[in-house]
């Protein structure tokens, strides 16, 4: 059974940088798409990263163009959401989510999804 567990967030100032991971058990991840997401208070959720099983390519909302990278490290059976230039707005519970396919699509596909961890950007 699949498993994901994402670690990493916590407190950080404007500007600053945090690292997701997201860590798969029971299964591996090879081929699977991967996306995160994240809800922020009294928003809808929101997609924010996604990398594809078949090509390896990645999307990434408007909103953190240039500032997040998603990436595999499929001997640790991991993936990962660097994130910089951290702004307020990026604050919410972010949450990797699994389907086994070969492309990325939204959440309403996901069907496998860890608990989240939250993430707080503020001075």
């Known amino acids: 059974q699949l498993q994901l567990v994402e670690s990493g967030g916590g407190l950080v100032q404007p500007g600053g940088s945090l690292r997701l991971s997201c860590t798969a058990s029971?299964?591996?991840?090879?081929?699977?798409?991967i996306g995160w997401f994240r809800q922020a208070p009294g928003k809808e959720l929101e997609k924010v990263s996604c990398?594809?099983?078949?090509?390896?390519?990645?999307e990434y909302g408007d909103s953190v163009k240039g500032r997040f990278t998603i990436s595999r490290d499929h001997a640790k059976n991991t993936v990962y959401l660097q994130m910089n230039s951290l702004k307020p707005e990026d604050t919410a519970v972010y949450y990797c989510?699994?389907?086994?396919?070969?492309?990325?699509?939204?959440?309403?596909?996901?069907?496998?999804w860890g608990r989240g961890t939250l993430v707080t950007v503020s001075s």
């Open positions: 989510a699994a389907e086994m396919y070969y492309y990325c699509s939204g959440h309403e596909r996901m069907e496998h």
């Open positions: 990398i594809a099983s078949s090509s390896g390519a990645t």
């Open positions: 029971g299964v591996s991840l090879e081929y699977y798409a």
